[in-house]
């Protein structure tokens, strides 16, 4: 596998009259190349948009186009608690809609291989996404779930990555089994790992181990122009 340098860069753009910001993580190529598949990465209810750098440059150097989005932007939010999460899931919904718009039309992507790569709240939106717009081909969440209200509106769900710790307390583990039990009825190719003791963020070790599984499952349905 060629590994890449990273360029680190920031852009902007308008979402609902709100201008949001996005860190890139970009591997470098030469002139005529071919693009790169994107992953955005979302981050949970505590924010923290800045820590997930450790999680976007390995994905780039691998060869993916790394977009994270701010998007509690649209809502002025900081750090997001259960009333609030109700209340502006919509409003982040139509954000990331227009993120994946924006990064598509991004000269060194292939607009026809977007993953999306979600943490605790972000894993929702992430899920959430990928129910509705097909141009998400791939999604991996950690200790997340599909929402139940979302559910009746589901029109796809692609290729589906499960990582969740069974001592999970903010995020219960009933959740992963609930989203295979989804995943399977429609027939959609999911991988699950289940990590005995883990709870809601992982240790080092076990991050390690699920980023690698991670890594793997982008490669598997993103790395490679999917034929229409």
């Not at 800045?50 to 939010?77: I, K, N, S």
């Not at 141009?135 to 509106?153: H, K, N, Q």
Request: proline share 7%.
């Amino acid at each position: 596998m060629q590994a890449y340098s990273v360029s680190e860069l920031s852009l902007s753009f308008v979402s609902g009259g709100k201008t949001i910001a996005i860190d890139c993580f970009l591997p470098k190529s030469d002139p005529g190349q071919s693009r790169f598949p994107a992953i955005l990465t979302l981050h949970g209810s505590g924010g923290g948009h800045d820590t997930l750098a450790e999680t976007a440059r390995p994905l780039a150097e691998q060869g993916f186009c790394v977009y994270v989005p701010h998007y509690f932007d649209r809502t002025g939010t900081v750090e997001a608690q259960m009333p609030a999460m109700f209340l502006n899931f919509p409003l982040w919904m139509k954000t990331l809609w227009d993120v994946v718009s924006l990064v598509a039309q991004q000269p060194a992507v292939d607009g026809g291989r977007i993953g999306v790569l979600g943490f605790s709240l972000g894993a929702y939106l992430a899920l959430s996404l990928a129910c509705i717009d097909a141009r998400v081909r791939a999604v991996a969440e950690y200790f997340g779930g599909l929402p139940r209200e979302i559910r009746p509106f589901i029109r796809r769900l692609p290729p589906t990555l499960i990582l969740h710790g069974d001592a999970d307390t903010v995020v219960p583990v009933a959740e992963a089994f609930s989203l295979q039990k989804v995943l399977e009825e429609r027939q959609v190719p999911y991988e699950l790992e289940i990590y005995p003791g883990e709870g809601h963020h992982f240790t080092r070790e076990t991050s390690a181990r699920a980023d690698a599984r991670m890594h793997a499952f982008f490669q598997k349905y993103l790395a490679r122009p999917v034929a229409n």
